[in-house]
């Protein structure tokens, strides 16, 4: 990931997300949360069904997720 995400935010009915930070520094951003949530190499996290989140890089980093599906909703941004 080294751009950001084509979206203003998204969410996934369908399951919880599962977010795995390999290399590099990225921010979790959540409706429900009042501050971004960090995540760093090594580090894991897990976005909720339903929770309107995106990701911001901090600096390139390497993502692996694992995302339930097929439903999923994206907030796009207006041009």
């Given amino acids: 990931m080294d751009q ?4 203003d935010g998204e ?3 369908d ?9 590099g ?3 979790i951003c959540c409706d429900s949360e009042q501050h971004p949530v960090p995540v760093r190499a090594g580090e894991a996290c897990i976005v909720r069904s339903g929770e309107w989140h995106k990701l ?3 600096e390139p980093c390497t993502v692996i997720h694992i ?3 097929p439903d999923g909703e994206a907030r ?4």
């Avoid at 399951?15 to 290399?23: K, R, T, Y």
């Avoid at 796009?76 to 041009?79: D, L």
């Fill in 76 to 79: 796009f941004r207006s041009a």
């Fill in 56 to 58: 911001e890089a901090d």
């Fill in 15 to 23: 399951g919880d997300e599962i977010l795995i930070v390999l290399a």
């Fill in 4 to 7: 950001p995400p084509p979206h």
């Fill in 67 to 69: 995302t339930p599906g």
């Fill in 11 to 13: 969410r996934h009915p």
């Fill in 25 to 27: 520094t990225l921010r």
